[in-house]
């Protein structure tokens, strides 16, 4: 079979940048829908059938803890792959396959609102799946895009990733209330099917396969940057790890996702028990504050990060999260007011994304170039134990006589890193020497 034949179609990834740029759109778009589901659909649905916070904390749970296991994802794909279709299209599109199922299991298993071990099963497994999906995206991206287009893709998904979630959340919501828990899990996989089926029709470079039985080969190019021993690759990505500089990064990204885990378990019993919303209402609300910072992280929020640098914005963002937590907990008194509920659940949105634009370009700037994927994904796992945390401390703190302790502990752990951002000063080009790792293992250049 002719390398020309095998390569009829859309045109390889590396020889379209506008195919690039559309493919991390897609696929990150789609990790957005199952993160729209249990992260706003299904803990409204639970609030709404008399769940309470630990049980909704449980599910919340579950559906992080994948996230925080993604520094081993990094390691297991850069080793193994299926070089006939790429160094990443495999993984890619085995991981989008299993979301697919995962979410099919739920629509025909149809879990109660309190079935918390089912729930926590399959949030645990969809979101196993959106793992392995995100981090093969991002290594996708780091192996063919140029340091431009990088740039771009970091507003991009964000924003991609946000409208997903809007988009999941209020459609699941408004579907799990009106026609049951199964449909909101069957209008998943669909969507989710639809960008599978765009994943199969591409490819990386020229010649390789769509599908293992499909006719084409390996590129020379992944044959000579594919890695086949375990060594290397962990002492490289190690040492860049534990530099000082690395290290006292490390917190400001756990900081990330506190607020997000906590207020996600605890807003939708907030405003359906004090303001009196439906869960329809929630989902509304939450799912167009998602919707609206997406907008904002693909061209405001994206140019001003860029404009004036991820650690000078950090310093702004970081106290004003303090005092936006601590006015929530010190306004008590008027969360019966659903104006104000939203305008806070809004607020937080928008500095929150914030928050996650700055870190990125830190990150990939103190990423060592012959191990950034795997570093890159190592703190992007970092940053979501956060989210855990939050829902933890939320459950802990939310259930008694003084549900604002949450708000006012958050705070102060903000104004703390508020303080210790002015400690944090990254150096220019990459930290940690890796002299046992080969240049393969870098970014490499995108074919023109």
């Known amino acids: 079979m002719s390398r020309a034949t095998a390569t009829a179609g859309l045109p390889p990834l590396v020889e379209s940048s506008r195919l690039r740029l559309l493919t991390v759109l897609l696929f990150y778009i789609a990790q957005g829908i199952p993160l729209g589901l249990f992260y706003v659909a299904i803990p409204a649905y639970m609030a709404s059938s008399g769940a309470t916070p630990l049980q909704i904390a449980s599910?919340?749970?579950?559906?992080?803890?994948?996230?925080?296991?993604?520094?081993?994802n990094g390691f297991i794909i850069d080793r193994y792959t299926y070089l006939a279709m790429g160094r990443r299209r495999a993984w890619i599109i085995g991981a989008q396959a299993t979301i697919v199922l995962g979410c099919l299991c739920g629509a025909v298993l149809q879990p109660g609102g309190q079935d918390v071990l089912l729930l926590s099963v399959l949030a645990f497994g969809v979101n196993m799946a959106t793992t392995f999906q995100d981090v093969s995206i991002?290594?996708?991206?780091?192996?063919?895009?140029?340091?431009?287009?990088?740039?771009?893709?970091?507003?991009?998904?964000?924003?991609?990733?946000?409208?997903?979630?809007?988009?999941?959340?209020?459609?699941?919501?408004?579907?799990?209330?009106?026609?049951?828990?199964?449909?909101?899990?069957?209008?998943?996989?669909?969507?989710?099917?639809?960008?599978?089926?765009?994943?199969?029709?591409?490819?990386?470079?020229a010649g390789e396969k769509r599908l293992p039985w499909s006719p084409g080969m390996a590129h020379p190019h992944n044959v000579a940057v594919q890695v086949d021993a375990w060594l290397p690759l962990l002492k490289g990505s190690f040492r860049a790890i534990l530099?000082?500089?690395?290290?006292?990064?490390?917190?400001?990204?756990?900081?990330?996702?506190?607020?997000?885990?906590?207020?996600?378990?605890?807003?939708?019993?907030?405003?359906?028990?004090?303001?009196?919303?439906?869960?329809?209402?929630?989902?509304?609300?939450?799912?167009?504050?998602?919707?609206?910072?997406?907008?904002?992280?693909?061209?405001?929020?994206?140019?001003?990060?860029?404009?004036?640098g991820g650690k000078r914005v950090l310093t702004i963002v970081l106290p004003m999260i303090a005092a936006f937590m601590l006015a929530v907990g010190l306004s008590k008194s008027l969360w019966s007011n659903g104006g104000l509920m939203a305008a806070v659940i809004w607020s937080q949105e928008f500095i929150g994304i914030t928050y996650a634009i700055c870190v990125i370009p830190l990150?990939?700037?103190?990423?060592?170039?012959?191990?950034?994927?795997?570093?890159?994904?190592?703190?992007?796992?970092?940053?979501?134990?956060?989210?855990?945390?939050?829902?933890?401390?939320?459950?802990?703190?939310t259930g008694g006589a003084t549900p604002e302790m949450f708000f006012f502990i958050v705070a102060a752990i903000f104004a703390v890193g508020a303080a210790g951002i002015w400690l944090f000063r990254p150096k220019s080009g990459a930290v940690g020497a890796t002299p046992d790792v080969t240049p393969a293992l870098g970014t490499a250049p995108a074919e023109h």
């Open 59 to 72: 599910v919340v749970g579950m559906t992080s803890l994948p996230w925080t296991l993604k520094l081993v």
């Open 138 to 205: 991002d290594s996708l991206a780091v192996d063919i895009m140029t340091e431009d287009e990088q740039g771009k893709a970091g507003g991009v998904m964000f924003g991609a990733q946000a409208l997903g979630m809007s988009a999941s959340g209020a459609t699941c919501g408004f579907l799990i209330q009106t026609m049951g828990v199964g449909a909101g899990f069957a209008a998943c996989a669909f969507g989710l099917a639809l960008v599978l089926g765009y994943g199969i029709m591409l490819r990386e470079r």
């Open 243 to 308: 530099a000082p500089i690395s290290l006292l990064f490390v917190p400001f990204l756990l900081l990330r996702a506190i607020p997000i885990g906590g207020t996600e378990v605890y807003y939708p019993v907030l405003t359906q028990t004090f303001a009196g919303w439906s869960m329809t209402q929630f989902t509304s609300v939450q799912s167009s504050a998602i919707l609206g910072s997406a907008i904002y992280a693909l061209t405001l929020g994206g140019w001003i990060v860029g404009r004036f």
């Open 363 to 397: 990150a990939m700037r103190l990423c060592s170039p012959g191990v950034a994927a795997t570093q890159f994904t190592i703190y992007m796992a970092v940053a979501n134990f956060g989210r855990p945390l939050g829902a933890s401390l939320s459950g802990a703190t």
